[in-house]
């Protein structure tokens, strides 16, 4: 059996400024098992899927840039019958943030949100009336790192309005109102392994920032969830991530209430380095599945 491992052209870009490149730490596990894999950049045409019995999803951080591509990508590999972790269902569900609409459908808050259709005609103006608030989000349905997402003041949005309608040209959209918690506390990111909780952080802005991206300034913290809190997070991996590899929960708490801001379940970064238990438990979590498919790890 050999395994590809997932990856895009600028493998380990996106990990230069943090404390861990997860790259590195998932080579470390397969070679330590004795396991024949290659890392594989997912748009090279030159690969030969078909010499691969899994695929493992682990950083096609571009994409959100090369969309239709990586679409056709996904389902030629579903052509192939190739079986990839996270299944590649799941890819195809969660690569467009429409997905949050149908978790809201299911009784689970999200944060407030209105899509706007690539081309469709809007006034952002009558979003800051109703979503009753002074400042806006916007962003992508299909994105990553915040590409593309912008805070609009309600005094001064109309000086962006022909930034923000070339925007919408182009693809889809999501309107909400900023989430004050997010930069006076931070979004919070619940990681699962095999549906089992693992390991959760605080990412916090820098002042003056509301992006919680490291490569922002943003700061991480480990935190623990209460077991009320963690019986709900468990109720909705168990609702729309019960077949995964790896599932991370972002969201922010407000008077109780978890609003769920994004459940990613292609390439999420696991913040593996915040505890020697993170890493046992991918490592465990891993194995466990890479087993089904070959024995006597």
């Given at each position: ?11 380990g ?6 404390e861990?490149?997860?790259d ?44 239709t ?37 299911k ?12 081309q ?22 299909v ?33 909400q ?24 952080v ?45 599932a ?10 978890f ?28 194995l466990?599945?890479i ?7």
């Amino acid at each position: 059996m050999k395994i590809g491992v997932i990856t895009y052209e600028n493998r380990g870009s996106y990990a230069t400024s943090t404390e861990v490149d997860e790259d590195e730490l998932l080579e470390k596990i397969l070679k330590e098992v004795e396991i024949a894999f290659n890392f594989e950049v997912w748009s090279d045409p030159k690969v030969d899927w078909k010499k691969y019995s899994l695929l493992l999803i682990k950083s096609p951080w571009d994409y959100f840039d090369r969309y239709t591509e990586f679409l056709t990508w996904c389902h030629s590999v579903q052509e192939l019958g190739i079986p990839t972790l996270n299944s590649m269902e799941t890819i195809l569900w969660n690569s467009d943030k429409w997905y949050l609409k149908e978790i809201q459908q299911k009784g689970f808050p999200i944060v407030p949100t209105h899509y706007l259709r690539k081309q469709e005609p809007f006034d952002l103006g009558n979003f800051f009336t109703d979503f009753d608030t002074d400042k806006l989000i916007i962003k992508p349905t299909v994105s990553g790192g915040s590409k593309n997402t912008l805070k609009l003041q309600k005094e001064s949005w109309r000086e962006k309005q022909e930034m923000i309608a070339a925007l919408l040209n182009q693809e889809d959209f999501m309107v909400q109102p900023f989430v004050e918690e997010v930069a006076k506390t931070g979004e919070y990111s619940y990681i699962f392994f095999n549906r089992e909780f693992s390991h959760a952080v605080l990412k916090s802005p820098k002042k003056g920032e509301f992006r919680v991206q490291h490569f922002f300034g943003g700061t991480i913290h480990q935190v623990s969830p209460t077991p009320d809190q963690l019986e709900y997070l468990q109720k909705l991996v168990d609702t729309f991530a019960n077949d995964t590899l790896y599932a991370r929960v972002d969201g922010v708490w407000t008077e109780g209430v978890f609003y769920l801001m994004e459940l990613e379940l292609i390439e999420p970064y696991l913040f593996l380095f915040t505890s020697a238990k993170a890493m046992e438990n991918y490592k465990k979590a891993l194995l466990e599945r890479i087993s089904e498919y070959v024995g006597g790890i």
